[in-house]
């Protein structure tokens, strides 16, 4: 019996390869892997990095004139990769990135005067 290797066992979910996300997880750290279903129930993957200080004061200063231009450059600065439909179709972009900026919100902080 012949032994076939295929190049698919490296492939995980959003088209992306092992090899690609080390060098994400290896550059920035954090990667954070979204999930979204499109019309057809079709499951979607779209991986981002954490905003840095100067993307968040971009996305700042966007959203002051429109929450969709900010919505468009956390999306530019922070997607890594994943599957293309989701960079092809507004919708799936527009839900994917405002579930991101959830995310990303700054945390409760508790506050003590002592």
């Known amino acids: 019996m012949e032994k076939t290797s295929t190049k698919t066992a490296d492939i995980l979910d959003g088209d992306i390869t092992q090899a690609q996300l080390n060098q994400w997880k290896y550059k920035h750290k954090k990667v954070v892997k979204l999930t979204i279903e499109d019309d057809d129930q079709t499951t979607l993957f779209a991986y981002f990095k954490k905003p840095d200080m100067s993307i968040r004061s971009a996305v700042l ?9 900010a919505l468009e450059v956390l999306f530019k600065n ?3 990769g994943g599957d293309g439909k989701i960079e092809q179709e507004d919708d799936l972009r527009l839900n994917i990135t405002t ?3 959830d995310h990303i919100q700054p945390k409760p902080v508790k506050v ?3």
């Open 99 to 101: 579930a991101f900026s």
């Open 112 to 114: 003590e005067i002592l």
């Open 61 to 69: 200063q966007a959203s002051k004139m429109d929450e969709f231009k």
């Open 78 to 80: 922070c997607y890594l």
